[in-house]
């Protein structure tokens, strides 16, 4: 175990923030410190093939120990940490044999991780949590995941008598900012499936994720004085307060969970001459999805029946574009490799939890990309803030999982 604490604490030191304001790859050059890092890592433990790209993208290979003929799986992480939140000068903290009680992250400004707050704490009374000193995040998103797949090749080289096939390791940029399989060389990768290594709780198995689009809705206005206003004055405000009361009442992030969909307006900022309002729609069906942005079509539609005589022209323009889809309609083909990892934690007596997740992972775009690619529990909770954290145990279970889909893989038969 501390093992794989001193491994995680020497990358979760490396600040690794991302910038979505940036237009490179990475989107910081902080970024290449850990990454070259890794490279070095992945290297002394012994595994092959070991690339980095000029846009940072790593890949390794643990090559096949058996003879006969396995498909070749993948273990993704990222490296990038969230700009939500500093990840600049992280010290960790180790709290071991947690007693279930307060935990005091930073006693200057009364930092407190509390199980009061933070009930899925008291799961882990009695293992060794990783916390930040109040003022960073911690990085477990993604490092505890990177920490788990090295940990595990480093196992598998070390344990030859162990069967697996091929086994690829891919470490990526700029997940946080939505870019993380943007530049990821599925071809150059050669997996038949992967796994990211970037879930939360111990158990998380993920292959469900939204179908996700945004919209940017413009209204126009015209601005009269006041006074002489009747009849004249047209206050795109008052049309984009109009076109939010005509989506459906109930349907917002707030008042939906599991396998709801909804409209979440984000942004909107305005004046009598324009406004423009952003809004995010999801929905894991993909014909509700569609229907949603069909529905923005058709509010839009009204609003400029009712505007064309006054206004002359179209005053509500809305630009609707697919972000993201759900990556079942590419997993269910290949269910399989779900099914394996949930007997790998079956197999180590760890229940599965097996959820539709409300957004989208690396994974589903790698999906699209043509590398069905579930997501796997990577142990931290509470992410992108100063409450991260995670225990060493899951990340341990984590390692032991990667391991046992190795192990599955090239023996399917063992069940
Ligand atoms: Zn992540």
């Not at 071809?187 to 996700?212: I, R």
């Not at 229907?291 to 006054?310: G, H, P, Q």
């Amino acid at each position: 175990m501390q093992h794989i604490i001193d491994r995680f604490i020497s990358y979760v030191v490396i600040d690794t923030e991302s910038d979505s304001n940036s237009q490179t790859t990475p989107s910081t050059k902080k970024q290449w410190d850990l990454a070259n890092k890794l490279v070095e890592e992945l290297k002394s433990i012994g595994m092959k093939d070991v690339t980095i790209d000029k846009k940072a993208y790593i890949m390794a290979t643990l090559p096949s120990n058996v003879d006969h003929k396995v498909p070749t799986i993948g273990f993704i992480s990222h490296f990038d940490t969230s700009p939500d939140f500093s990840g600049a000068n992280v010290k960790p903290q180790i709290v071991p044999n947690y007693d279930g009680g307060d935990i005091v992250l930073n006693a200057e400004q009364n930092i407190i991780l509390s199980p009061k707050y933070f009930k899925d704490l008291l799961q882990y009374k009695g293992q060794t949590l990783i916390t930040t000193d109040g003022t960073t995040l911690l990085g477990a998103d993604d490092k505890a995941g990177i920490t788990e797949i090295v940990t595990a090749m480093e196992f598998l080289i070390n344990n030859p008598e162990i069967e697996h096939g091929k086994i690829r390791v891919g470490f990526t940029p700029d997940e946080e900012i939505g870019r993380g399989a943007h530049h990821f060389d599925v071809e150059k990768f050669g997996c038949d499936w992967a796994y990211t290594m970037d879930g939360s709780q111990v158990g998380e198995l993920e292959y469900e994720n939204f179908n996700a689009a945004g919209a940017k809705i413009t209204f126009k206005g015209k601005s009269v004085h006041p006074g002489y206003a009747k009849d004249k004055m047209i206050n795109s405000m008052l049309i984009a307060n109009d076109f939010i009361n005509e989506l459906p009442k109930g349907e917002t992030p707030q008042e939906t969970r599991g396998y709801e969909g909804f409209f979440h307006v984000h942004h909107l900022k305005g004046s009598i001459e324009e406004t423009v309002l952003e809004l995010i729609i999801r929905d894991h069906n993909k014909k509700k999805f569609e229907k949603r942005k069909e529905l923005i079509d058709k509010i839009a539609k009204k609003i400029n029946k009712k505007f064309a005589k006054k206004f002359g022209e179209d005053i509500v323009i809305a630009e609707v574009k697919d972000q993201y889809y759900n990556m079942k309609e590419k997993v269910l083909p290949v269910k399989h490799i779900v099914d394996t990892a949930e007997t790998a934690m079956k197999q180590l007596k760890i229940k599965p939890l097996i959820k539709p997740i409300r957004g989208g992972t690396d994974g589903c775009q790698l999906s699209y990309k043509g590398l069905p690619c579930p997501n796997i529990f990577a142990g931290g909770h509470n992410f992108h803030g100063k409450y991260e954290y995670v225990p060493v145990e899951s990340m341990q279970k984590a390692v032991d999982v990667i391991v046992k889909i190795a192990e599955l893989t090239a023996n399917p038969i063992i069940k």
